[in-house]
């Protein structure tokens, strides 16, 4: 749990002090290969969420990236990515944000915000 201090000012002159407790979910990180770690039966419907930052434009298979995702997460489960889409040397295909937007709805997923912004980000 991770508790959040809050400060108000109270009625009398002075100040109170609460703490909010926010629950956070178990995490992990893997060093190795994504698909070859995550792609297994045994991961299936594992994970409640997945995030990804800075990750998706590094595929040399960008579908398997997405299949591999769907397979990790539960039923109802969210897929929350941040970062840009800048594909590395090695992709096979580089498709374009709409067409990327495209290839993850057709992988089951449902868009709920998509944001692109047309600044690049200078990140290697």
């Known amino acids: ?6 400060q108000s000012q109270g009625r009398e002159n002075g100040q109170s002090h609460s703490k909010q407790s926010v629950q956070v979910p178990s995490l992990s990180y893997t ?23 800075f990750f998706i434009d590094t595929a ?7 299949s591999t995702i769907r397979n990790m997460l539960r039923n109802n ?9 800048q594909w590395h040397r090695n992709a096979q295909l580089q498709p374009s944000t709409n067409e990327l937007r495209d290839i993850i709805e057709l992988a089951g997923f449902r868009v709920l915000h998509w944001e692109v ?8």
């Open 117 to 124: 912004s047309e600044k690049l980000v200078a990140y290697r």
């Open 1 to 6: 749990r991770i508790y959040k201090q809050q």
């Open 77 to 85: 489960g969210v897929w929350i990515n941040l970062g840009p889409v």
């Open 60 to 66: 040399t298979n960008i579908y398997e990236y997405i």
């Open 31 to 53: 060093v190795g290969d994504f698909v070859t770690t995550y792609a297994s039966s045994a991961k299936h419907g594992m994970y409640g969420s997945v995030a990804t930052c």
